[in-house]
């Protein structure tokens, strides 16, 4: 008798066959459930010091996707060029005289709703040691890189000088999934003549994104957990 025959249609052997394809199916299933569950959110930060060429295409100002409102733009310079040093490297974003009202928008970004996301930042402003040079700040978050869509009031930084480099962080929690930018607003500025320098260096965004591209779990039926 053909062995080959004795083997393939023993009812032992077929009822194990069946029992790990079918303790294989519900490994899948559970595996696939599993990764569905921690891959909602996936993490990500963005870096921005200013001195990679690559994030200003066509020699720009303003790094790729970011905006900014107000009389006068941003300038990415090396630091001499208001008079001052770098935080890190050579190149900061800064102005020559800010006004009460300028705004500096980030990229928009896709977060995740229920997880925090977080700006940092440093910021100078050496010629502020007199209260009438000073600038304030107000940094918010919104939906949209226009002012008005800027609802979300995530913190400020007060009205005095900053001589030195000053390391500044805010944290905001979307309620819901979608697209949002921060945004920073100078909010008081020289009672006077205008013209002090200001700028920003090695700002930080973390936060998370919505997982888009998480595979479809295996749905169970009666092929993949009869036995399970």
């Given at each position: 008798?053909?062995?080959?025959?004795?083997?393939?249609?023993?009812?032992?052997?077929?009822?194990?066959?069946?029992?790990?394809?079918?303790?294989?199916?519900?490994?899948?299933?559970?595996?696939?459930?599993g990764?569905?569950?921690?891959?909602?959110?996936?993490?990500?930060?963005?870096?921005?010091?200013?001195?990679?060429?690559?994030?200003?295409?066509?020699?720009?100002?303003?790094?790729?996707?970011?905006?900014?409102?107000?009389n006068?733009?941003?300038?990415?310079?090396?630091?001499?060029?208001?008079?001052?040093?770098?935080?890190?490297?050579?190149?900061?974003?800064?102005?020559?005289?800010?006004?009460?009202?300028?705004?500096?928008?980030?990229?928009?970004?896709?977060?995740?709703?229920?997880?925090?996301?977080?700006?940092?930042?440093?910021?100078?402003?050496?010629?502020?040691?007199?209260?009438?040079?000073?600038?304030?700040?107000?940094?918010?978050?919104?939906s949209?890189?226009?002012?008005?869509?800027?609802?979300?009031?995530?913190?400020?930084?007060?009205?005095?000088?900053?001589?030195?480099?000053k390391?500044?962080?805010?944290?905001?929690?979307?309620?819901?999934?979608?697209?949002?930018?921060?945004?920073?607003?100078?909010?008081?500025?020289?009672?006077?003549?205008?013209?002090?320098?200001v700028?920003?260096?090695?700002?930080?965004i973390?936060?998370?994104?919505?997982?888009?591209?998480?595979?479809?779990?295996?749905?169970?039926?009666?092929?993949?957990?009869?036995?399970?």
């Amino acid at each position: 008798m053909n062995k080959s025959k004795i083997i393939h249609n023993n009812p032992n052997i077929l009822q194990m066959k069946k029992f790990f394809t079918n303790l294989l199916s519900c490994c899948l299933v559970a595996t696939s459930f599993g990764f569905a569950h921690f891959a909602e959110a996936a993490p990500f930060e963005l870096e921005y010091n200013f001195d990679d060429d690559a994030k200003f295409p066509q020699g720009v100002d303003l790094p790729e996707g970011w905006a900014e409102s107000g009389n006068t733009g941003f300038l990415r310079r090396t630091a001499d060029y208001f008079g001052f040093y770098a935080k890190s490297g050579d190149y900061v974003l800064g102005k020559s005289g800010a006004a009460p009202g300028d705004v500096l928008f980030t990229p928009m970004m896709k977060l995740k709703g229920g997880e925090p996301c977080t700006i940092s930042f440093n910021y100078i402003a050496p010629d502020g040691g007199l209260y009438v040079y000073s600038y304030g700040l107000d940094v918010k978050a919104g939906s949209a890189q226009n002012v008005e869509a800027q609802t979300i009031t995530v913190g400020s930084v007060e009205r005095e000088g900053y001589p030195e480099w000053k390391e500044f962080s805010f944290t905001f929690t979307p309620d819901a999934d979608g697209e949002y930018c921060f945004s920073i607003t100078f909010t008081n500025g020289p009672v006077g003549p205008s013209g002090e320098a200001v700028a920003f260096d090695d700002v930080f965004i973390t936060g998370k994104h919505p997982k888009s591209d998480t595979p479809a779990p295996l749905e169970p039926n009666a092929d993949n957990l009869a036995d399970c």
